[in-house]
């Protein structure tokens, strides 16, 4: 009788295990979120078209000026491109697309956006506070090797980023 039962045990122990392992492979097989495409340097300026950045933006397209306002390394930048308000007294909008060598090299370029987008802050408020809710409101996004920052109208610019891809 011992037997019968330790039998019995041993083949519902056997078949939970085989519905666990059916439902974990069931469960991995789902779909998955496709990666987001990469930012391009064209992605800057179907922004810029926006309207919802300063109306005087500059072109930077010099890798080692990007590297050193993003604070990023020179050599890991494949491209670059940045508008910048030109009337900084007023204005701190900007749109920087970067492509980077790899996704580390983006991880590492993600931070220095996020750095850069604090130093503005920091010395905007009491110079140009009409800029800090832009500031606050800027858009950084990475996908794959690339990097995007927005900042413009509090407004729209999330949308109109979300908007590209």
């Known amino acids: 009788m011992n037997a019968k039962r330790w039998i019995a045990c041993a083949v519902m122990v056997v078949v939970v295990l085989i519905c666990v392992v059916v439902i974990v492979l069931m469960t ?3 779909p998955k979120e496709p990666a987001a495409a ?3 340097l064209d992605d800057a300026q179907t922004l810029l078209d ?3 950045f300063s109306a005087d933006m500059g072109k930077i397209d010099d890798t080692y000026i990007i590297s050193m306002l993003y604070h990023v390394d020179e050599n890991a930048i494949r491209e670059c491109v ?3 308000a030109t ?5 701190a909008d900007e ?3 970067i492509v980077f060598s790899d ?3 983006a991880a590492s370029g993600e931070a220095g956006f996020r750095q850069r ?3 503005q802050i920091e010395s905007l408020e009491n110079y140009a506070p009409a800029a800090i809710p832009h500031l606050e409101a800027a858009v950084i996004r990475r996908a794959g090797s690339t990097v995007l920052l927005a900042v413009g109208d509090p407004g729209g610019v999330a949308e109109a980023v979300d908007n590209l891809h």
């Open 28 to 30: 991995s097989c789902g």
């Open 38 to 40: 990469p930012y391009t």
């Open 50 to 52: 926006t309207g919802l």
């Open 82 to 84: 940045s508008y910048q």
């Open 87 to 91: 009337n900084t007294g007023e204005s």
């Open 95 to 97: 749109i920087t697309v």
């Open 103 to 105: 996704e580390a090299a």
């Open 117 to 119: 987008v604090e130093d």
